[in-house]
Every structure is written in C-alpha cells, then in structure tokens.
C-alpha cells in the first residue's frame, strides 16, 4: 500500500483534478490518499465523495482545528501516518497540482533502487510568474551565502514508512520539511523532475507567505546562519581597520560604529540560539495530535 499525503487550504477544485489525474496515473498500484485540511473556510465540495477512483482505495481528509500553513499541516499529516496507517512509502505532495501526478510513478520508480532513503524532486524548470521566479533566485543565493548549501527540493518527495519514526522527533520540521530532513542529515537523495501549472484557480500562498516559508527553511540553521554572520562581521571589522588611514575620520568612525553592533548582534543571536537547545522544545509525535480536529473519510472502494 502506498500513502499519498497533500496539505490543503481552499483549493478543493485543483485537488479534485490532481486526485483523478493521480488515480490513473498510479495505474493500478494501491494507494490511500490523506488530506491535510488546513483550516479551509471554503466548503469541501460533493463531488469529492462521488468520484469513482479505480486505482485510490482511501481518500480521507484529516481536519485541523485552525490554519497552520502547509509546513506543520504536513508535519501532522506524517505523525498521522505514522500512527495509523502501514504502508510501504509516502508520497508528498502539493494540492495544486504543480507537483504532477504523471511524475509519481517515475519517483517510485527510483525509490525502488534505493528504498532506504527520501527521495526529493529536484527542481529543473518552474513556471512561476517572472517577480516570483526572481525572487526565488535571489532566495538561493542568499541561502547559499548564509547557508553554504543550495536550495533544489521542495515537499515533492517519497518517504520510506521506517523514515517516519525519526521525522516526528525531528522538531525543525515544524518550520520547514526539506530543511529539516538536511539538516538532521537523515538519509536522502535527489531526482531532477520539472514543475507543472497548477491545474485550477490562483495560489492561496500570497507574495509575504512565500516570504515567510523561505524564511522558515533558513531558521532551521539558525545557528550557521548567526555563525556565518559573525564570521563576516569580523572580516568586515579587520578589513576597515586595515582601510582605516585611506578613510575620513566620520566616515571610518561611522562604519566603526554600524560594525561593532552587527558584531554584538551576531554573536547574541549565536549564542541564543545555541542555548535554546536546551529549552524544551516542541517534539512533532507528541505535540501534533493536539491540532486535529478529526478525520473523514471521504472515499472508500469497495470490492
């Protein structure tokens, strides 16, 4: 059995279509669909229940009691799994499509060679509008700079069912999945796959959202980022000191000045961050099944 998770909010329309376009493209293989309602204010559509999938056994929708973002919705979808459902895989997707259902059968297909580890789609080709695109470049490099890693996975992915015990003691994905995996250096491995055009409607992720997700990824290394800053901000400090003699006397004492207090900020927010790990801390299998509301089966075929 294969379990298919996909977080959504208001974008029942685009689910519909991806759900019929998964159930043919799995061709057969069982599958059991879990979706993440993420505090949706629009209704779930009729038409949800009368679909007469061939290949989906289960379509559910596991409700939350408030709007999280799609972030911990799947972190609470995993915990669910995890909890209630075996299965071999897990594969995670968006609701818009954009993560094409055609592609699904080709990640299984090289999970199959190494079914130990995530599998992630990497992302060669996005269609998104140009600010969007631009800014998503722009996010990369500053990743990479403060980072040192590059920025290609997204949630597009499978998971092994055994990879699900160590994700829901890993905290970070509360903030940001991929992320997280990286950063707990839990066993992964990329494939290139292109992203589609979202199948219907707008996207319910305004500009400031997509602000925000990326900010979360980049809070997951708070501390090589704060590091990574106060490593620059003594570099910046020696080489001033060095131009110093070339420079006004306001001018160097004003950089003087705007240095130093980076330098006291990076160092606080380094050492903040470090001495937080020993603060308790929000545990996914434990604090998860608070959010949920419940669950409803949606679709169940019979024999």
Sequence with gaps: MLAVLTPC????EALERMLAQLDSALAGRPARVLIVDDGSTAPLPETFRRH???TLEIVEVLRLRRNLGHQRALAIGFVHILQNTECEAVVVMDSDGEDRPMDVPRMLAEFAGDPTRILFAARMKRLDRPLVRLSYHGYRLVHR???GLPVRIGNFSVIPHAM??????TSEI????AAAVLRARLGHRETPIDRGPR????????FVNLLIHGLGALSVYGDIVGARLFTGTLLMIVLTAVLMVSLPRWAAAFLAVILVQALVFSFLLVFTIIGNRT???FLPVRDCPYFVEGVETLFRRTS
């Design 279 to 281: 603060a308790a801390t």
């Design 164 to 169: 699900l015990g160590r994700l829901a003691v």
């Design 199 to 206: 199948l219907a409607g707008s996207t319910k992720m305004p």
């Design 145 to 147: 700079v403060l980072v």
């Design 9 to 12: 909010y208001d974008d029942w």
């Design 174 to 177: 509360w903030n940001h999945y």
């Design 52 to 54: 007469p999938y061939k």
